[in-house]
C-alpha cells in the first residue's frame, strides 16, 4: 500500500461572500492558521509522500502557494488556476496528475477533516475503487415544488456528502474528460454519468464545511478540543 501515489486536489475557490469579509474565506485564521492550511496539513501529516495539487483563482495562485509553504513547510505542491465552475476547477488539477494511485478531492475549507478518515477513504478507495464520505441527517425534511407546496421526505434514506471524495485515478481522470453538465454538484455525480458505481463511507460529524461566521466559532472551538 505504501508504495500507491497518493494525490489530494485541494479546491480553494472561495471568496469569503457569505463570511461577510473581504477575505477569502479559506485564509481565514483558525488558531492563527489559514483553514487552508489546515486542511493541507491533514494530508500531509496522515501521509508524507502525498502529492497536494492546489486549485485556486488564478489571481491569488502567488500569494496562495506563498501563504500555504509559510505555514506548512516542505512538502510537494502543485498549484493550478482554478475553472469556472467547481468541474472545471477539480479538472484543472486532476490534469496535473500523470501516474497511477488514489485520488483525495477535498474543500478547502473543511479544515477538521481527520486522519482516521483520510485513511478509511484511502482504504476503501483502494478496494472498491471509491470512498464517498457521508453522514445520516438528523432533522426533519420537507421537499418544495415550484407552487411552493412542501412534502416530507424520509431521512432515513438521505445522506449528507462530505468531502474528501476518493478514487482510482482509473476511474476519476477517465470521468473528468466528459462534457460539463449542470448536474454534475460534486465529484461522485460525475463519476457516476460514466456508469460508474460510487461506494459511500460513514463521514465524520466534526468535518464540517465553513461556510459562514457561525461555523468559524464552531470550528475554532473544536480545534482547541482536539
Known amino acids: 500500500m505504501s508504495s500507491v501515489r497518493k494525490y489530494a486536489v485541494i479546491v480553494a475557490g472561495g471568496k469569503g461572500v457569505r463570511m461577510g469579509t473581504d477575505i477569502p474565506k479559506q485564509f481565514l485564521p483558525l488558531l492563527g ?3 487552508l492550511c489546515h486542511c493541507i496539513q491533514a494530508f500531509i ?7 497536494i495539487i492546489l486549485v485556486a483563482p488564478e489571481s491569488q495562485l502567488h500569494s496562495t502557494e506563498t501563504i500555504v509553504k509559510s505555514y506548512v513547510g516542505p512538502l510537494h505542491l502543485t498549484s493550478v488556476a482554478g475553472g469556472e465552475t467547481r468541474f472545471h476547477s477539480v479538472q484543472n488539477g486532476l490534469r496535473k496528475i500523470e501516474k497511477k494511485g488514489i485520488v483525495f478531492v477535498h474543500d478547502g475549507v473543511r479544515p477538521l477533516v481527520s486522519a482516521n478518515l483520510i485513511k478509511r477513504c484511502y482504504k476503501q478507495a483502494l478496494e472498491l475503487g471509491s470512498a464517498i ?4 441527517c438528523t432533522d426533519s425534511l420537507r421537499v418544495v415544488n415550484e407552487d411552493g407546496l412542501s412534502s416530507p421526505l424520509n431521512r432515513e434514506q438521505v445522506r449528507l456528502v462530505q468531502t474528501p471524495q476518493t478514487f482510482l485515478t482509473d476511474i476519476i481522470l477517465p470521468a473528468f474528460d466528459q462534457e460539463y453538465n449542470v448536474n454534475f454538484t460534486d465529484e461522485a455525480t460525475v463519476v457516476e ?12 460529524r466534526d468535518n464540517i464545511k465553513i461556510t459562514n461566521p457561525g461555523d468559524m466559532l464552531i470550528a475554532d472551538t473544536l480545534l482547541k478540543s482536539s
Open 193 to 204: 454519468a460514466t456508469g460508474q458505481s460510487i461506494h459511500l463511507i460513514e463521514g465524520e
Open 45 to 51: 501529516h496522515t501521509y508524507r509522500d502525498i502529492n
Open 133 to 136: 464520505p457521508v453522514i445520516q
Open 33 to 35: 492558521v489559514p483553514m
